[in-house]
C-alpha cells in the first residue's frame, strides 16, 4: 500500500511570494489533514477534509492561507503572500474511517524557509 | 480545550538501557485515544503506541510499552532494550472519540540514544 505523498519536499521562497503544496493521501482514506510544524513544536491542525467537504479549519490564516481538495482525493495548500513565521514543515496525513481509532497516517512533510 | 504537556524538552540513554517518557493531558471527554508518534531526524512521522481510554490494560508493542493512568490524566511511554534507532523527537498525541475528531499534539521530546 501506498504511503502519504507530498511534493514539493522542501521549498525556499521570499516573504511575500506565494508557495503551494500538493498531498495525495492513501488511496480510499476520506479524510485528510494538513499541519503546520514550527521548528521544535508539535504539529497543529491547519484544516481537515472529509471527502471534499471542510471539517474544522478553525487554525487556518484564512487571510493568506487556502486548502482545497477538489475531487475528494488529493489536496492543495497554498500560502499567498508568505511571511517569514510561515517558515515551518507542513504535514499532511490521512485517514480511514473503518477502525475505531481512525488512525493517521503522514507524509513525509514539505520544508518551507521564508526568507 | 484540550491540552497535552511534555514538560521535558529532552532525554537521553545508553543504549539498551530503559528510558521514560512523561506526557500529561487535560480533557473533560471520558472517551478518547492516546498516540505515541515517533518522528526520526528528516524523516516522516510514525506511529509508536495507541491506548484507547476506556481500557485498563496498558498497551504494549515489542520494546514500547505505556503507563496509563486515567485518573491522573498521565500517559508515559517506556522504551525497553534502547536502541540507536530509536533516537527520535518522540511526540504525544490526544484525540477524542468520534470520526472527526482532531489530533491534539504535545510540544514533543527529543530522545538520544548514546552508544
Known amino acids: 500500500e501506498a504511503g502519504v505523498a507530498q511534493s514539493p519536499r522542501y521549498k525556499i521562497i521570499e516573504k511575500r511570494q506565494s508557495v503551494a503544496f500538493w498531498c495525495n493521501p492513501i488511496s480510499g482514506h476520506a479524510t485528510l489533514y494538513w499541519y503546520q510544524q514550527i521548528l521544535g513544536q508539535g504539529p497543529k491542525l491547519l484544516i481537515q477534509f472529509q471527502n471534499n467537504g471542510v471539517v474544522d479549519d478553525s487554525q487556518l490564516p484564512k487571510d493568506r492561507f487556502s486548502a482545497e481538495r477538489l475531487k475528494g482525493v488529493d489536496s492543495t495548500l497554498k500560502i499567498q503572500p508568505a511571511k517569514l513565521e510561515d517558515s515551518a514543515v507542513y504535514l499532511c496525513?490521512?485517514?480511514?474511517?473503518?477502525?475505531?481509532?481512525?488512525?493517521?497516517?503522514f507524509g513525509p512533510g514539505t520544508r518551507l524557509t521564508v526568507t | 480545550a484540550q491540552t497535552v504537556t511534555q514538560s521535558q524538552p529532552e532525554m537521553s540513554v545508553q543504549e539498551a538501557e530503559t528510558v521514560t517518557l512523561s506526557c500529561t493531558y487535560d480533557t473533560s471527554e471520558s472517551d478518547y485515544y492516546l498516540f505515541w508518534y515517533k518522528q526520526p531526524p528528516s524523516r516522516q512521522m510514525i506511529l509508536v503506541i495507541r491506548?484507547?481510554?476506556?481500557?485498563?490494560q496498558n498497551a504494549t508493542e515489542n520494546r514500547f510499552s505505556v503507563n496509563f493512568q486515567k485518573a491522573a490524566k498521565s500517559f508515559s511511554l517506556k522504551i525497553s532494550d534502547s536502541q540507536l534507532g530509536d533516537a527520535a523527537m518522540y511526540f504525544c498525541a490526544y484525540r477524542r472519540s468520534g470520526a472527526n475528531s482532531k489530533l491534539t499534539f504535545g510540544k514533543g521530546i527529543t530522545l538520544s540514544v548514546r552508544p
Open positions: 496525513a490521512s485517514s480511514s474511517s473503518a477502525g475505531l481509532s481512525y488512525e493517521q497516517y
Open positions: 491506548q484507547e481510554a476506556y481500557k485498563q
